[in-house]
């Protein structure tokens, strides 16, 4: 998805995005970006990738990968301050005063502008600042950080008038006063271990007596969590080998598709499953009073509350599960496709449905990942899954879809497209009277390009020709692509640039958006990741791939560097990113890509495309982490690689 204004959250997704946010943790803020520099204008960005493919002899050597978490996954690395830099305002924090958090003039900030200056009235006062935080279990630290700059125009040398405490739940950290002052910021550092599993108040107290200011200002305020303890017993992802049949019939439009669904799964744990979760992500353009995703009639368990904004819904077994054992639920569905030229709307007779089925939620050591959706990038987390779903649509209206698609007579005026998909993570598919054209790559993959109206010939061959060469390339460096056919579907009032599914693509007019959206292919939709908590994983990857497939190397890749704030990460979360939400694609798609590059030009790049390429056959259809990739890249070299992790802010 290219980077462009985000539309406005609903006010429950955003509600729930607030309360979840956490980065991963801060590197030391000295770091600075490679060459001094920051990347050059990234390439188009995607929206949601999704995944895998036709069996071959991967399904069987990495079917355990499906359900095996790694080590990593037991602690979570996280950064349980929300808005630590105050750039969105005083969101999270309680101020006593509204000018607690500010950028006016007279101070200035840390990283970004904004900042919280206590003090500074020069008269009998106190101001305040606190925010609730949540401590996680399970990790081996918690590390409180904060940068402090004090100033006064006390003149004294040995009596503290004016001071600043800060303190956590009702311990007190530390007391900082008039004889503190100093000419820049100053980081402090706490181990806040003690508190893990806790939600505690953090909070800053700034007093003045009654004559001559002192200003203590506050930035780049971090609670980071890191390093295992004792593992759970169980941290294997389930439910797992999922397997969905589904059977739709459109309305003459092909904006309103009504059927069933049904989905198997086995339980991987050993922990019996007593609920499933489906992801709705699709309500998220609607609202839980008038969803466009509606499931009913469960058959198989009980459905429970819908949560999260109406995109994830509770279905309790109809008996536990046991490891090893399957079961099935299904119910009838509904979808009705909104208005906008969207990765899930239409744009006039067009329509685009993506990410409209529902799929199973991943549970791991960490519980059941039900985070919210984003629409600045992708929230989409699911395991390698076969499809087979059946589309009844009016003759009219041609309908590419994820997988493989064999057409039959329907009822007078319909065709019945059939598409079976098999090892993906997700199914996608669109309708319209579309203009298509079709040829196959030098490898032999078959690829067809689907145009909306106003698309000229020209154009549509130019991304057929773009789609022969990208896919070639990014298989001869990652691995075979395996899906069969290739869909992509072209519209130039798309407002978020491209966005990827299994076998099946949306795009712009653009030679390197689309190259992008096929390198997707292999990361996240072979390679999965987690793409609300690890979005680098797929975005910093793929913009990678791309540069490489369209014979850019990466010289000069850094230009004028600029981080934000020392929370600032490439391997932070989507939930740092909405709320950071203009940093997004320079830090995750530039300053990803370039940071990749450097590790090629690091370790040579013949040891760069072999670990690629090894990485992505050792993943083919499982997940990713980072932690996995940073083991993989240390084995390639004999380079001790820790500085370079630290100083490209590549934390986890």
């Avoid at 040891?607 to 993943?619: D, G, I, P, Q, V």
């Amino acid at each position: 998805m290219r980077p462009t204004p985000r539309k406005t959250l609903a006010t429950g997704a955003l509600a729930l995005a607030a309360l979840a946010a956490v980065s991963l943790p801060a590197a030391s803020p000295a770091a600075a970006a490679p060459d001094g520099a920051a990347p050059t204008s990234a390439v188009a960005a995607s929206r949601g990738a999704a995944s895998a493919p036709g069996g071959s002899a991967h399904a069987a050597a990495h079917a355990a990968a499906d359900g095996a978490a790694s080590a990593a996954a037991v602690c979570t690395p996280a950064q349980a301050v929300v808005n630590g830099g105050f750039e969105s305002g005083a969101s999270s924090w309680t101020q006593s005063s509204t000018s607690v958090i500010t950028s006016r003039a007279g101070q200035t900030a840390h990283g970004g502008a904004a900042f919280a200056w206590l003090g500074g009235v020069g008269s009998t006062h106190t101001d305040t600042l606190t925010q609730s935080v949540a401590i996680p279990s399970g990790c081996a630290s918690a590390t409180l950080t904060f940068w402090l700059h004090i100033d006064t125009a006390e003149t004294t040398s040995s009596t503290a008038y004016d001071k600043l405490t800060a303190k956590i739940g009702t311990t007190t950290l530390a007391t900082y006063s008039n004889l503190d002052k100093n000419t820049g910021y100053v980081r402090k550092s706490f181990d806040v271990s003690a508190f893990a599993g806790s939600t505690v108040s953090l909070a800053f107290t700034g007093t003045e007596d009654s004559s001559l200011k002192s200003s203590f200002v506050l930035d780049d305020i971090a609670l980071d969590t890191s390093g295992d303890t004792a593992p759970p017993a169980d941290s294997v992802r389930t439910p797992a080998t999922p397997s969905y049949t589904v059977s739709l019939t459109s309305d003459t439009a092909g904006t309103v598709w009504t059927g069933h669904e049904s989905a198997t799964f086995t339980n991987a744990s050993a922990t019996a499953l007593t609920e499933v979760y489906l992801r709705l992500w699709d309500n998220y353009h609607g609202t839980c009073a008038a969803m466009p995703i509606t499931v009913g009639n469960v058959t198989g368990g009980t459905a429970g509350a819908l949560s999260v904004g109406c995109t994830a819904l509770q279905i309790t077994l109809a008996a536990p599960l046991a490891q090893g054992q399957s079961a099935t639920i299904g119910f009838d569905l509904g979808i009705t496709v909104p208005s906008g030229a969207d990765r899930f709307g239409h744009d006039g007779a067009f329509s685009f449905v993506g990410n409209a089925l529902p799929v199973l939620a991943v549970k791991d050591g960490a519980g059941w990942h039900l985070d919210p959706y984003t629409n600045n990038g992708e929230s989409f987390y699911s395991l390698a899954a076969d499809f087979r779903v059946t589309l009844d649509h009016p003759t009219t209206l041609l309908v590419p879809a994820t997988g493989t698609s064999v057409d039959t007579a329907g009822s007078s005026g319909r065709t019945i497209t059939t598409a079976t998909a098999s090892k993906v993570r997700d199914f996608a598919w669109a309708a319209g009277p579309f203009s298509k054209i079709s040829g196959a790559s030098a490898a032999g993959t078959p690829i067809n390009v689907y145009s909306v109206s106003g698309i000229s010939s020209a154009n549509a061959q130019s991304m057929l020709t773009t789609a022969k060469t990208a896919v070639d390339a990014h298989s001869s460096r990652f691995g075979a692509y395996p899906y069969g056919e290739l869909d992509a579907v072209i519209d130039n009032s798309f407002w978020f640039g491209g966005m990827e599914y299994p076998g099946f693509v949306l795009d712009l007019v653009s030679t390197t958006a689309l190259t992008h959206e096929i390198g997707h292919q292999w990361w996240y939709g072979i390679v999965g990741d987690d793409e609300y908590n690890s979005p680098w994983l797929d975005e910093s990857f793929t913009d990678y791939a791309t540069d490489l497939a369209l014979g850019k190397t990466g010289s000069g890749c850094w230009s004028s560097v600029s981080w934000a704030s020392s929370a600032e990460k490439i391997t932070n979360s989507m939930a740092y990113w909405d709320t950071h939400s203009s940093r997004y694609s320079t830090v995750v798609y530039g300053y990803g890509k370039c940071a990749l590059h450097d590790l090629r030009r690091l370790i040579g790049d013949t040891a760069m495309a072999t670990l690629l390429k090894s990485y992505a056959t050792s993943h083919w259809y499982g997940v990713s982490t980072t932690a996995e990739f940073k083991a993989a890249a240390q084995a390639a070299t004999t380079t001790d690689l820790t500085s370079f992790w630290t100083t490209h802010r590549i934390d986890g």
